[in-house]
Structures are given as C-alpha cells and as structure tokens.
C-alpha cells in the first residue's frame, strides 16, 4: 500500500547533543551540522518555505570562513573542475565508440573475405 512519508522523528537521546525535551525550533537552531536529521529536515524545510527574493547578496558571506577563499575564486574552481571532469568522460567515450567503431569495420571487412 501505497502510505504517506512521514518527517524523521526528533532524537531522543542524550548522545545526540541536544536535550529530549527539545521543540523542533530548538533543534533547527542548536546546531546546524549536528547528527540530528530531524534539524536538517527542519532548517530544508526552512529554506524551501523562503521566498526566492530572500537571500540577498547581504546575507551571502565573500569569503568562506572554512578555508579563507573568496566565493567567487571556489565557485570559478567549482566550475572549471566540473569542466575537466566533462572534457574526460567525453574523451573516454570518444575512445570506447572509435573502438567500437574499428571493430565493427574490421568485423565487416572479414565477412566480406
């Protein structure tokens, strides 16, 4: 039968970080990178229900306060790794299709023998 999902049910216990008697409030802002899929849900859930118009560039930070890079310098990284990663996969199979291609020729060439 075909049932409804339900959202993931708050932790409930002390290992996770946050107290049992926590409201889902609570856990969307305690920490944000906990264990605790329930925050996670919650802060998803948070950022979906926010119009497209809510971030503005204010709230965006330029530079990444993990490694010290600009946005823009991980973003143009971001992009051209992606594009390495293209220019690969299309090489190889450029190759697997000119293989296949040779063997298919040599294939006929010997039919015709």
């Known amino acids: 039968p075909d049932t409804p999902k339900t959202p993931p049910q708050p932790p409930r216990s002390p290992a ?35 119009p497209p118009g809510a971030l503005d560039k204010a709230t965006i930070p330029k530079i990444d306060p993990a490694c ?9 990284g971001y992009r051209c790794a992606i594009d390495r990663g ?13 293989a296949a ?6 294939v006929i060439a010997q039919s015709r023998d």
């Open 16 to 50: 996770a970080g946050v107290p049992a008697s926590a409201s889902p409030d609570e856990l969307a802002t305690a920490d944000p990178l906990s264990k605790s899929r329930y925050a996670k849900y919650l802060m998803g859930q948070r950022l979906l229900q926010k």
């Open 68 to 76: 010290g890079k600009s946005i823009e310098e991980l973003i143009q």
């Open 86 to 98: 293209f220019q690969a996969f299309a090489a190889v199979v450029g190759v697997v299709v000119a």
């Open 101 to 106: 291609v040779a063997s298919y020729l040599a």
